[in-house]
């Protein structure tokens, strides 16, 4: 049971990047899921949720409007579409089921 991030690199502000988490192990689209982030020196926060069919979104305020997140259930895999990056995006991403299953995450710099 596990997820896996991908997708992070090295991007200018301005910029577009999408991540994705593929999940196996476990009935994927029975799940809601979300994407969560973690600056340097700083404490993980929520960035974005959706439900299990993809019938309901949600968005922390900083990423609202730029980032849109998505799912394939038939390929087992949630998305992060982040448009308009800013320098303060920059943080190690992850994906999570219920915030109890975690992927290793994945690097996104921005460059300003």
């Known amino acids: 049971v596990h997820v896996v991030e991908s997708g992070g690199g090295l991007v200018q502000a301005g910029g577009s990047l999408r991540l994705s988490c593929a999940a196996s192990g476990f009935a994927f689209r029975l799940h809601d899921m979300s994407w969560y982030r973690q600056a340097p020196g700083k404490e993980r926060e929520w960035v974005a949720s959706?439900?299990?069919?993809?019938?309901?979104?949600r968005y922390a305020d900083s990423v609202k409007g730029r980032f849109t997140i998505s799912r394939d259930n038939a390929k087992n895999t949630v998305y992060l579409q982040m448009n308009s990056l800013k320098f303060e995006d920059t943080a190690v991403y992850y994906c999570?089921?219920?915030?109890?299953?975690w992927g290793q995450g994945t690097q996104v710099t921005v460059s300003s």
């Open positions: 999570t089921r219920a915030g109890i299953l």
């Open positions: 959706i439900s299990n069919t993809g019938s309901w979104t």
